[in-house]
């Protein structure tokens, strides 16, 4: 309601882009710049390998990431100094530069942002599998008092899964214990 009520108020003009030149890089940096988000999230993941606790550096993350790739404010109003130092993060390329595009930004750096793109592309999903076999040699499955319950009701609603809808509960509860106790 208070989006289309500004709306209404400001009358901002509504700008669509009709190049498909623009259309296609921005459909493909939009895609690459989702997959380096997704490595980065992932990065942010594994420190479950050797810590307990990861909610609170995955939402320093999150507001460091939409702070640093454009999501509050545009980052060309950077000094110029800040904004090149910028450009050599993978952030900028999650929101910044696609959005650039489908203003109609064309220029000889267009093919340096493409080429950026892939590069952080690639090397994000090496430093991935890198860290997630490091990860995986040091892993330690740590399940404390929970084990027992959890073992003793997955194999009794695992027995009697099909036998009544009460043991169908308990089937469901135990596989969600399951997958909140330990991921």
Known sequence: FEVWL????????????????????????????????????????????????????????????????????PLDILPESIYKLLLLTPFPYFYFIPTKIYMGYTSTDLASYVGATILWTILSSFIVLYVWKKGLKGYIFMAGKYLKIFWMLSKYSIATATQSKVSTLLFTIAKIIRFGMFF
Not at 24 to 38: E, P, Q, S
Not at 44 to 58: D, H, K, L
Not at 60 to 66: A, D, G, W, Y
Request: glycine content about 8%.
């Open 6 to 73: 500004l709306f209404l108020l400001l009358k901002p003009t509504l700008f669509i882009n009709t190049d498909p030149g623009a259309w296609v890089a921005l459909t493909g940096l939009t895609i690459l710049g989702c997959i380096i988000a997704f490595n980065i999230n992932m990065l942010i993941s594994f420190i479950a390998f050797w810590s307990p606790e990861v909610w609170a550096p995955r939402f320093i993350f999150f507001i460091l990431v939409s702070f640093f790739s454009g999501g509050f404010f």
